[in-house]
């Protein structure tokens, strides 16, 4: 958690700024602020993550590494702020069957837009059959799948 509050207190420092950035630039901006202990290393990866993330833009200035702002804010996830485990319950539901891991990463993967990993599949599989939405089948054999209960632990079908 403190390192978001501490790469949010370096972002909103930099944009007044306007010009290129450098980890330099970065460790004087935190040892004005509450971070006086940051060392260079630090200030490197909060400046290549917010790179990562769209807020700055990698650039060479005097044949060196430096970051400008980026024009303008970097959009959300289309699928941020929404529950996957949530809409997979639904679409169980609302499909019925059987539920491998395999469906369920198709389905994933159709709800996000992006690539799912098979072990967040088999995750989300699993917690929704440890609070009680799916049942599982097929333990001790080579298939294993899930199937919709008819109602959960609270009650709601």
């Not at 958690?1 to 909103?12: F, Q, S, V």
Request: overall charge positive; glycine content about 12%.
């Amino acid at each position: 958690m403190e390192t978001y509050a501490r790469r949010a207190y370096l972002l909103g420092a930099l944009t007044p700024l306007g010009t290129a950035v450098r980890t330099s630039d970065a460790l004087r901006i935190y040892a004005a602020g509450e971070w006086k202990g940051i060392g260079r290393g630090m200030a490197r990866r909060d400046l290549r993550d917010l790179a990562r993330r769209g807020y700055l833009i990698p650039i060479v200035a005097a044949g060196q590494r430096a970051y400008e702002l980026a024009p303008e804010e970097p959009s959300a996830h289309p699928f941020h702020g929404r529950s996957l485990r949530r809409e997979l319950l639904a679409l169980a539901r609302a499909e019925g069957g059987e539920w491998t891991t395999g469906r369920a990463r198709a389905a994933c993967r159709s709800l996000t837009g992006t690539h799912v990993y098979r072990a967040t599949a088999r995750r989300l599989l699993a917690n929704l059959h440890r609070l009680g939405h799916l049942d599982r089948h097929g333990d001790g054999t080579p298939r294993c799948f899930y199937t919709a209960t008819t109602t959960g632990k609270d009650g709601r079908s």
